[in-house]
């Protein structure tokens, strides 16, 4: 089974830019994240996604940040404008979702972003 | 909120010898998971090891084992017969429920296998 792929690996912006990051779950995953991983530190959730709808976007930088998972299934989170604190990784991850019991998580290659 | 402590930035090991990273975490949940997760360089965060806070008993994987305090909310990682594959950013995390919930990270710690 194909896992959870991220697009592009690497981008480099200037500040006040535009930019945005592209992932597809696995097939059948309904839950989808995106977490920020600044360098140094451990993963910080932005956005969880059940399906189409936002289930968690407490950490989400909305003045900036914005994320879209429109038909259930990819999804795009995109950032205007940049700033320099906005440099990290950016991991997508997915989740069979639902039910009760374990899920695991299974993360994308993730997106390394520098901000000039 | 919860929060996750990881005190050492980073371990050294000789190769084929045992190494404990440390964890502690801080929650007022009953109900909820913790996890190791390993990154290499390439980025890929890959899971080692879970232990569901209802059970007792210490999960165990291969080489990998947990000991899994509740009182003290305590969840330490061992691993034993170190392999230079082993050598990434190792990092402890908390979720409630059955993972479906986001991940709460540790800030990590760099396991250096020394051949």
């Known amino acids: 089974e194909a896992g959870v792929a991220q697009s592009p690996r690497y981008k480099i912006i200037e500040k006040r830019q535009s930019v945005a990051f592209w992932c597809n779950p696995i097939?059948?995953?309904?839950?989808l994240y995106w977490y920020q991983q600044i360098l140094g530190q451990g993963p910080k959730l932005l956005i969880q996604f059940q399906n189409n709808g936002v289930v968690d976007d407490s950490q989400l930088p909305k003045d900036r940040f914005s994320a879209e998972r429109l038909k259930g299934v990819d999804s795009t989170l995109k950032i205007q404008p940049a700033k320099l604190e906005d440099s990290a990784v950016y991991l997508c991850a997915s989740n069979r979702g639902g039910g009760s019991g374990y899920n695991e998580q299974f993360f994308g290659p993730g997106t390394r972003l520098t901000v000039l | 909120a919860q929060t996750v402590t990881q005190s050492q930035p980073e371990m050294s090991v000789q190769e084929a010898e045992t190494v404990t990273l440390s964890c502690t975490y801080d929650t007022s949940e009953s109900d909820y998971y913790l996890f190791w997760y390993k990154q290499p360089p390439s980025r890929q965060m890959i899971l080692v090891i879970r232990q569901e806070a209802y059970k007792q008993q210490n999960a165990t994987e291969n080489r990998f084992s947990v000991n899994f305090q509740k009182a003290a909310k305590s969840f330490s990682l061992k691993i034993s017969d170190s392999q230079l594959g082993d050598a990434a950013m190792y990092f402890c995390?908390?979720?409630?429920?059955?993972?479906?919930?986001?991940?709460?990270f540790g800030k990590g710690t760099h396991l250096i296998i020394q051949p």
């Open positions: 995390a908390f979720s409630h429920g059955g993972g479906a919930d986001g991940l709460t």
């Open positions: 097939s059948g995953h309904a839950t």
